[in-house]
């Protein structure tokens, strides 16, 4: 088993990238056999000898070898050793992180996986096998289901020119998909009719696409009477089965269409057909059951439905509908209980009617005699003789042989993405090189071949540029080692320096500084808090007077801590709450608009969801005006107060009259509230006088101060750098999260009631996002509302207070917070920047993380960095030193971009930004695109590319215009005159 020279030069080519386009009868699946097998002889005989070292890249090359061979527990293994040992640096090898992603992957650990997939694409959006990461990103994201992050990696997936496992057809396929189980059934009627009439789709494809098109018929009410929606459906499902004959889910759903119509008899042969394919499943059985249970026959029914609950002890609705054959056709109640109580045991969260339905029977059965003691012939065995009821060989057969069948099937959906290539790309050519050692090789030699070169610089961009374009163009480069830039040269010397390198393609830049790895979630800090720690004492100041709101020390009380309230601000300040009462807002403009959530009421420190204790914070929304929420903010206020008087005439009653809420009544029946948030208030011609009251506050917390760092982002963000207003009854939720881009934030409670805030410090929002993943919950994107006591067993520290009306509350940069109403109010709130180089840092690592995570910054961070350099004199050294970093990483962005489109011959035009002009970001991927936009027509209206979406569309640029915001020159003279300030200055960090 020796491998030749050509052998070793071949394997040196040979990593992870490969993965899925290795065929059965490629000559090169040998090769890599023989290299597997003498490395791991080598691996053991250096366990028992010593003087043999294991270089730590010969496990990842032991790694890659395991998974193009398709053993996926070794890869694993062997990637997680090279892992060990290169903890610091792994980030730099993406094969190894698109491999161990691979294998997580394979074996459903998403959460490794996502996070491996997320740092190669950020090391390089042009790794040649991007789109195959965007669809598997995509399947995971599915499956989680975060369905709008799933949706935007296959719209990436779509952009990109690789190749991948999954066509483009099948990517079209999931999009329409996501948009019918997200409740948008018209959007995805037209996207499967689209999809329709291409030649290439295949039988397995045009049939999904067809059983997904009959049951939105089926299922949606808005596409037409019933009679003519069923009959649409059973047209589709038939012209499913018409491409794919053995399909029996979609003879299920046929079924399914002819029980509805009434159609028993057909319904009943589709079922059957379906089993008849050996696809039948729980939901067929369970559909039989309920065919035989209409039809009157109830033992063929529980026969049916213990096939179900055979095959799939988790279906709830086998076991409900079995718990109603016994309880209503055969009045065996303690079978019946049995059945519901399996029920509730089900994968999905327990219907409130099923939970006092089994309180009932347990009631009532508590004193009733034995079942074995009622003189009544039973209608039907009890649950025990029937689950070993010797169920026809027909049923029985069919049900074993699925069982079999459906853990394969099941397999196969999860790795449904992993499948060979029917052809294999083009490979590079093998470059010339002379092995330093004879044909025959030594184990020590072969380790010493493979871990001789670095994987990282083995990855040539030009080359996989080439892969899905062969008219890619490449330049030499001038010289052996990259030149070096720093914040010490002018921008003329950095500019020379660059030229020539955006010839060979140019990529969007990380704004973080060099050589520092991806962007992760930080750990808990060590050592862990005792439990007093555990609750500290929320910061709090008390202001008597307008020289206690405008003094320094209050400033920099705020600054010091996570989170800080200052009572009396209003009173000391002599604000006019009353402009911001509902009162007030309805006479000044009734009909304005104000986004609704629709909540459910609970106790401010618990979380439940259909009667489990939950972290999903679930709400709906919809719109309404100031006027029409101001009658139901009076209406809630008016029927508490009836309801208060009446528990005040009970003799026992214990309710609190200040709080409303009554925790078991909440728990057991929860009441749905409304909650009016985001109130706009933008607009000074429609709300002058209101916004003149808040500019009595200290400047560091106005919504307008040069010492803001939002102030000088030069358009509108709603609600950051413009006020909004929340209109509240007891009960309504502002969910868990941290500020956009991890920006300070005010709060004023206007009154009259109470707010009750929950905050965790920023150097543990590490910990919160942990636990929100464990709980099936998306971060940046989810909705959530911490248990406490799942924060406490992590060590999490949680401050928790009262605000009273007139207290103003101070969120410091990055602190995770929720905050629920507990009486009626209204609140104003928005967001300010210090002017500080935490607070810059802070918001450039959120930046980055968005970044990572795909998840759009919404305060444009490289747009307000050069706008901070044209408009304030920076005193402290720190904060310098990042915004110079920032401007001169865009800068070079810039000169290497404009010199890339200028060799492609991209017709250029000049776009001067006007006055108030909202920053530009990417319509595929939503990154900033600053200084040069792509542009390009899509459905007959302009779209703005970034480079990198620019390029994965159309690697030469052609269908794009290019339109430059500033000249170089412009740029250039900003970076050169922002110089660290030296003069003292009254102001924290800066001055204008």
């Known amino acids: 088993m020796e491998l030749s020279g050509s052998d070793l030069q071949l394997l040196t080519d040979i990593d992870s990238r490969q993965f899925g386009f290795l065929t059965a009868d490629d000559p090169r699946r040998e090769i890599i056999q023989k290299a597997t097998v003498q490395l791991e002889r080598m691996i053991m005989e250096a366990k028992s000898d010593k003087k043999i070292t294991i270089e730590a890249k010969t496990y990842c090359k032991l790694g890659h070898f395991h998974l193009l061979l398709e053993d996926f527990p070794k890869a694993k293994s062997a990637y997680e050793k090279f892992f060990r040992e290169q903890k610091d640096n792994y980030w730099k090898d993406l094969p190894f992180m698109y491999g161990l992603g691979l294998a997580y992957f394979h074996f459903n650990a998403f959460k490794w996986a996502v996070r491996l997939f997320q740092e190669v694409l950020y090391r390089d959006q042009f790794f040649s096998r991007s789109k195959e990461v965007h669809v598997r990103l995509g399947i995971i994201f599915k499956a989680c289901p975060w369905l709008g992050s799933a949706h935007k990696q296959f719209l990436l997936a779509l952009n990109d020119g690789s190749t991948a496992s999954l066509t483009e057809n099948q990517i079209r396929f999931h999009i329409a998909h996501l948009n019918d189980v997200q409740g948008k059934p018209k959007v995805a009627k037209v996207l499967y009719e689209k999809l329709l009439p291409q030649q290439d789709l295949g039988p397995q494809l045009r049939a999904d ?557 590490g910990g919160v996002q942990m636990l929100c993943e464990r709980h099936g919950l998306n971060y940046l994107q989810g909705s959530w509302w911490p248990n406490l006591d799942d924060l406490y067993a992590e060590k999490i520290p949680v401050y928790r207070f009262l605000q009273k009306p007139g207290d103003l509350v101070w969120v410091n940069s990055g602190c995770v917070h929720w905050v629920q109403a507990i009486g009626w109010c209204n609140n104003v709130a928005w967001n300010v920047g210090p002017l500080t180089a935490r607070q810059y840092q802070l918001a450039i690592d959120r930046y980055e993380w968005n970044k990572l995570q795909h998840f759009k910054s919404i305060v444009p961070m490289i747009h307000l960095s050069w706008n901070l350099a044209r408009n304030i004199h920076i005193s402290d050294p720190k904060l310098f030193e990042i915004i110079k970093t920032v401007l001169m990483k865009t800068l070079l962005q810039s000169a290497k971009t404009l010199e890339f489109v200028k060799c492609k011959n991209v017709q250029r035009k000049s776009h001067e930004r006007e006055a108030n002009e909202a920053s530009h970001y990417c319509g595929v991927c939503e990154l900033e695109v600053f200084h040069t936009l792509f542009v390009r027509a899509h459905e007959n209206r302009p779209v703005v590319h970034c480079i990198d979406c620019a390029r994965k569309h159309s690697h030469n640029l052609q269908g794009f215009i290019c339109l430059e915001e500033y000249k170089m020159e412009e740029l250039m003279r900003v970076y050169d005159n922002f110089i660290l300030y030296t003069r003292e200055l009254s102001g924290p960090s800066g001055e204008i």
């Open 209 to 765: 696409i067809y059983r997904n098109l009959g049951w939105l018929h089926h299922s949606e009410d808005s596409f037409g009477d019933k009679l003519y929606r069923e009959q649409v459906a059973i047209h589709c499902f038939q012209k499913s089965l018409d491409s794919e004959p053995r399909s029996g889910h979609s003879l299920y759903l046929l079924g399914r269409c002819y029980a509805s119509l009434g159609k028993v008899h057909d319904a009943f042969l589709a079922y059957r057909n379906s089993v008849d394919k050996s696809e039948g499943n729980a939901d067929t059985w369970c559909s039989i059951g309920v065919l035989y249970q209409q039809q009157n026959q109830p033992l063929d029914a529980l026969q049916a439905y213990i096939c179900a609950v055979q095959l799939d002890k988790y279906h709830s609705a086998a076991w409900t509908n079995l718990g109603i054959l016994y309880e209503a056709v055969s009045q065996q109640p303690r079978d019946a209980l049995a059945c519901y109580v399996n029920a509730s045991r089900g994968r999905n969260k327990m219907n409130g009617n099923l939970k006092e339905k089994i309180k009932f029977l347990q009631k009532s059965l508590a004193g009733a005699p034995k079942q074995e003691a009622i003189v009544k012939v039973r209608q039907l065995p009890v649950i025990e003789e029937a689950w070993n009821l010797p169920i026809s060989a027909d049923m029985a057969t069919r049900a074993q042989n699925f069982k079999h069948e459906s853990q394969s099937m099941k397999k196969f959906k999860v790795e449904a993405v992993e499948k060979i290539h029917d052809e294999v790309p083009h490979s590079k050519p093998p470059t010339p090189y002379s092995p330093p050692f004879s044909p025959n090789f030594s184990d020590q030699e072969l380790s010493a071949w493979l871990g001789e070169k670095n994987l990282t610089e083995d990855i040539n961009f030009d080359e996989l540029d080439f892969e899905f374009n062969n008219n890619f163009e490449s330049t030499p480069s001038g010289s052996d080692s990259p030149p070096q830039f720093t914040i010490a040269l002018g921008s003329k010397e950095l500019v020379e320096n660059a030229a020539g390198m955006g010839l060979k393609g140019v990529s969007n830049t990380s704004i973080q500084a060099d050589g520092a790895p991806p962007p992760s979630v930080p750990e808990l800090p060590r050592p862990s808090l005792s439990t007093e720690q555990l609750l500290p004492q929320t910061p709090s100041v008390f202001m008597e007077n307008r020289k206690d709101a405008f003094s320094r020390e209050l400033q920099e009380f705020c600054l010091q801590h996570p989170i800080a309230v200052v009572r009396g601000m209003a009173s000391a300040l002599k604000l006019d709450l009353g402009l911001f009462s509902t009162k007030t807002l309805v006479e000044a403009n009734p009909d304005h608009s104000i986004e609704v959530r629709t909540q459910f009421q609970q106790p401010s420190d618990e979380n439940w969801d259909n009667g489990y204790r939950s972290w999903n914070c679930v709400s709906t929304r919809n719109h309404t005006t100031i006027a029409n929420y101001a009658k139901y903010q009076a209406f809630s206020f008016q029927e508490s107060v009836r309801e208060e008087n009446e528990r005040a005439n009970e003799k026992n009653s214990d309710s609190d009259s200040k709080d409303s809420l009554s925790r078991k009544k909440l728990k057991k029946n929860p009441k749905q509230i409304r909650f009016g948030t985001n109130v706009d208030l933008s607009d000074e011609r429609k709300w002058r006088t209101q916004l003149s009251e808040l500019g009595k506050l200290p400047a560091f917390t106005r919504v307008v101060s040069a010492g803001n760092l939002l102030s000088h982002v030069g358009h509108v963000i709603l609600g950051m750098n413009t006020v909004q207003l929340y209109m509240k009854v007891p009960g309504s939720r502002t969910p868990g999260h941290q500020e956009n881009n991890n920006f300070c934030s005010i709060n004023i409670n206007i009154g009259p009631g109470d707010c009750e805030w929950f905050a965790v410090p920023d150097a543990y929002w």
